[in-house]
């Protein structure tokens, strides 16, 4: 019997290419772990957590930790993440933490429409071919 593990990993992810609350320069192999959230986060959560103290860590499991879950769904929401979502798609695997799950087999993205006249970039409502293309099973 196969024990341990995650069958659907639930992500979003940030303006920065955060997913879970693996900030930039976060390891490709980290684990579960508490992590310094980045500036660019704080900034974001900020608009949500109006008037109230927000945190400065969080607990978040690693990128190598997502890595091993059997499939990946993210979720990502607003316009400003279009660069973000173009970085996962195009960018090599690196320190931009999105762009790891071009190594996962399984992942499903998804986008609210964008307005009219977004970048086509902004367009990713699917998974997009080329991030299947690149993964590896």
């Known amino acids: 019997m196969d024990e ?3 069958n659907i990993q639930l992500l979003g992810m940030g303006r920065n290419g955060h997913i879970g609350f693996n900030e930039p320069t976060s390891s490709l192999a980290s684990r ?3 992590k310094t959230l980045a500036e660019r986060t704080l ?3 900020a608009l949500l957590q109006r008037g109230e103290t927000q945190p400065v860590l969080a607990v978040t499991m690693g990128i190598g ?3 091993e879950a059997k499939r990946i769904l993210i ?3 607003g316009e400003k993440k279009a660069e973000a979502v173009r970085r996962v798609v195009e960018a090599r695997p690196s320190f931009f933490p999105g762009s790891a799950l071009q ?3 399984h ?3 998804a986008r609210r429409p964008p307005r009219r006249g977004a970048p086509a970039h902004a367009r ?3 998974p997009d071919p080329r991030l299947r293309a690149r993964a590896r099973p």
């Open 4 to 6: 341990g593990g995650s």
């Open 32 to 34: 579960t772990r508490i």
């Open 43 to 45: 900034t974001d959560n």
């Open 65 to 67: 930790t997502i890595l």
């Open 75 to 77: 979720q990502i929401t």
């Open 103 to 105: 190594l996962h087999a």
């Open 107 to 109: 992942v499903e993205a």
């Open 124 to 126: 990713l409502l699917r």
